[in-house]
């Protein structure tokens, strides 16, 4: 997901702001939305403005520009809400999506104390209440005559209420589901408390998509279905990494290391490659330190008589022993690695650890014999 999404060139609170692509069609459309139903926002929020300088010429439009801008401004703070609450319990955001509906925190890892998933996402509908109170505390201090300020901040208000709301709606992936969860594996596992929530989200989304067909409301399917989706994902992750949590880094690595020296030839490397059925081996100096790594993918475009120290890339990432596979392949993932290197108290390289190894270790824990836990249907 959000593969197509680029950089804002500024942080927030150190936190990199990334816009999908889905995000910039969703804009002028909410946009242009906004400002077509101007009127009627205007008369069921009973806001005291003259409306009809409001309707002249672009004027609609511009308004529900803003309206819309403020509104994934409004996002953005939630999800800093989110962010700063994950920092308490030493959780880093990497970055803060904004697509198609909405936006998206993305944690480095979860929180591993007991109910801090539920405290991380029950913060996000809090500071859009917080920040809906501080708009509407706004509202009396904005002159009648600026129609347009007037409707601008009231619409913030009350869609930062309705932020808050809709995301305490308890299905994963929406915060109400997350707090559920978390609640739930205080009493029983993860992976059942995840199994029960995924459940009760499913029935929710299915519910969400009905009422959205029966009063014709496009943005309600859209949601329902995203919920759908996300739900079965969220579930096949949670078997998925519960399943590979039973084994250990220093399991699954491979020791030691097979390395080769910076001075030798690309060439002599491709040789080896061939002979010993390998894509990649970290470089080694006469003195033990690690330098690089050389991978197949890397020496491609490089001539078979270079040094390797030349074409060599970035050493992967160390991890410590006793890491689980679970963590294993959130790094994995999160980093894009293909491989890492195991390193012991000392900060010694003992080990390498590839995604091979990863998905070897998945296989024989997704195929145990009945009964057992990590083969169970991911559904209900
Ligand atoms: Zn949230």
């Excluded at 990497?94 to 801090?116: D, N, S, Y």
């Excluded at 109400?176 to 993860?190: D, F, N, P, Y």
């Excluded at 650890?353 to 990863?358: A, E, F, G, P, S």
């Amino acid at each position: 997901m959000f593969k197509n999404a680029f950089r804002l060139p500024f942080r927030l609170l150190g936190i990199p702001l990334y816009l999908d692509v889905t995000f910039l069609i969703i804009l002028p459309l909410l946009a242009w939305m906004i400002g077509a139903q101007l009127e009627q926002f205007v008369t069921v929020l009973e806001m005291p403005v003259d409306v009809a300088p409001l309707l002249e010429g672009y004027t609609p439009f511009l308004l529900g520009l803003a309206a819309a801008l403020m509104l994934f401004g409004s996002v953005v703070v939630h999800e800093l809400g989110h962010a700063v609450t994950g920092r308490f319990y030493g959780v880093e955001t990497e970055r803060i999506t904004l697509w198609l509906l909405g936006g998206v925190a993305h944690f480095k890892e979860m929180p591993k104390q007991r109910g801090a998933e539920a405290v991380v996402a029950i913060a996000g509908p809090i500071t859009s209440f917080v920040l809906g109170g501080i708009f509407a505390g706004l509202i009396p201090f904005v002159p009648g005559e600026m129609g347009g300020l007037y409707f601008v901040v009231v619409y913030t208000a009350y869609m930062n209420v309705v932020l808050a709301t809709f995301n305490l709606i308890p299905a994963l992936p929406l915060d109400g589901g997350r707090v559920l969860r978390s609640l739930l594996a205080l009493r029983t596992s993860r992976l059942e408390a995840t199994r029960i929530s995924a459940a009760i989200s499913r029935g929710l989304a299915i519910a969400l998509g009905l009422f959205g067909l029966v009063t014709f409301n496009l943005f309600m399917i859209l949601i329902a279905f995203f919920v759908y989706m996300a739900v079965t994902a969220e579930t096949q992750y949670a078997v998925f990494t519960e399943g590979l949590s039973r084994f250990s880094v220093e399991l699954l690595m491979t020791s030691p290391v097979a390395t080769v020296p910076p001075d030798i030839t690309v060439g002599e490397v491709f040789d080896r490659m061939l002979a010993e059925a390998r894509l990649a081996y970290p470089v080694q100096t006469g003195d033990g330190a690690y330098v690089g790594q050389v991978t197949v993918a890397g020496i491609q475009q490089a001539r078979r008589d270079q040094r390797i120290s030349e074409v060599m890339e970035p050493l992967p990432e160390m991890i410590p022993m006793g890491t689980g596979a679970d963590e294993l392949f959130d790094r994995m993932i999160r980093e894009d690695q293909h491989r890492l290197l195991v390193a012991d108290d000392h900060g010694s390289v003992v080990g390498i650890v590839t995604k091979t190894d990863l998905m070897r270790a998945f296989q024989i824990a997704s195929e145990a014999p009945k009964g057992d836990v990590a083969t169970e249907p991911a559904g209900p």
